[in-house]
């Protein structure tokens, strides 16, 4: 069988370990009768691959991580219906399968879609998997719509979700964003995506209280250990919360004397259970329209060149700082 590059990550080994992301040669992928196989053009690198690196142990031996991608599709499955050769496209992937850091991806072709015409491969890289997780907790968790009023507070209004979900808050519903951040430079990118606020998460509760002083209505984490309470002093009652970390041991009591509902956010929900499928392709569809339009932007604001071990590292690095603002992006 045919061999192509990837980049593999290994267990146990830091950052600084030259050995903890390394280039390999692996068999090129099989597909499966729904699958799609994209030439990778670039990649986009998230918490969530720090979080598998982290966790990988010796028994998985190397593994390709990789989540969100953009490339050019060369073969096609049996059973695909919606996408053909030589679309470019989008995607942010299975958390089951091997990853995109690979010149070659396999990928069910239900939760890819074309990419914007308007962007780059590496603008376009940027946006799936924050995208889709903005999207799902907005319109699906926390049911919002063009007519929905009320405060939104975003947990991380720089980050990558925090940067797509303010977009899509602002342009699609009719809430007010309150998002947080501490630095100079991530309150101005805060307020370049559209927030109408900015607080710092270091002193939520009286800041957040003196942005919407009777409470808000709706409140997006991705730091969720120590903030439960902090969260119910911020909250109205019958607010919502919806949370995509995991934090251990968490005590959801002080929600219940406001009737605080908790909701949980997996963007690979879908492709795990093989459940409603499609929706993330016509998701995704609907957010390349809504870029096409020029009403929401990439939020890449770093991009590095060398689909490699070394390329790789480097992002890697840039999500591991947090300080990233934004998102970083890797181009082949």
Request: proline fraction near 6%; glycine fraction near 8%; charge should be negative.
């Given at each position: ?30 597909l ?22 982290r966790?990988?142990t ?11 991608a953009a ?11 919606t ?21 070659l ?19 376009a ?6 995208t889709?997780?903005?999207?799902e ?6 049911a ?12 991380g209004?720089a ?19 309150i ?10 990118w805060?307020l370049?995506?559209?927030?109408d ?25 991705p ?16 607010g ?37 499928m ?25 991009t590095?060149?060398g ?15 947090g ?10």
């Open positions: 069988m045919s061999t192509m590059k990837a980049v593999a990550s290994y267990a146990g080994l830091s950052l600084d370990d030259p050995t903890s992301i390394q280039d390999i040669a692996v068999e090129q992928p099989v499966r009768p729904h699958d799609v196989v994209v030439r990778v053009a670039a990649v986009s690198v998230n918490p969530v691959d720090r979080k598998r690196h966790g990988l010796a028994a998985d031996g190397p593994v390709v991580l990789g989540f969100d490339g050019t599709i060369e073969a096609v499955g049996p059973e695909v219906t996408l053909s050769i030589g679309d470019e496209v989008w995607y942010a992937g299975d958390v089951s399968r091997p990853g995109t850091n690979a010149e991806h396999a990928v069910d072709e239900r939760i890819v879609s074309r990419k914007p015409t308007t962007l780059t491969f590496a603008e890289a940027a946006l799936p998997l924050t889709i997780t903005a999207w907790s907005l319109f699906e968790r926390f919002l719509t063009k007519d929905t009023t009320g405060d939104l507070v975003i947990i209004g980050g990558g979700v925090g940067s797509i979900m303010t977009q899509l808050a602002k342009k699609l519903t009719g809430v007010r964003v998002a947080t951040a501490s630095r100079p430079e991530s309150r101005e805060a370049r995506m559209g927030a606020d900015v607080v710092d998460h270091h002193h939520l509760e009286e800041e957040a209280l003196q942005a919407a002083p009777g409470g808000v209505d709706y409140l997006f984490t730091f969720s250990h120590g903030n439960v309470e902090p969260f119910s002093s911020v909250m109205r009652p019958f919502h919360i919806t949370a995509i970390d995991d934090p251990e041991g968490l005590d959801l009591a002080p929600l219940k004397p406001k009737s605080i509902a908790w909701h949980w956010e997996l963007m690979f929900t879908r492709p795990l259970f093989g459940y409603d499609l929706a993330q392709q016509r998701l995704l569809s609907e957010a390349a329209a809504l870029v096409d339009a020029g009403t929401i932007k990439t939020t890449v604001t770093k590095i060149h689909l490699n071990a070394s390329g790789i590292r480097e992002a890697h690095r840039a999500v591991e700082s300080e990233m603002i934004g998102k970083v992006v890797v181009v082949a």
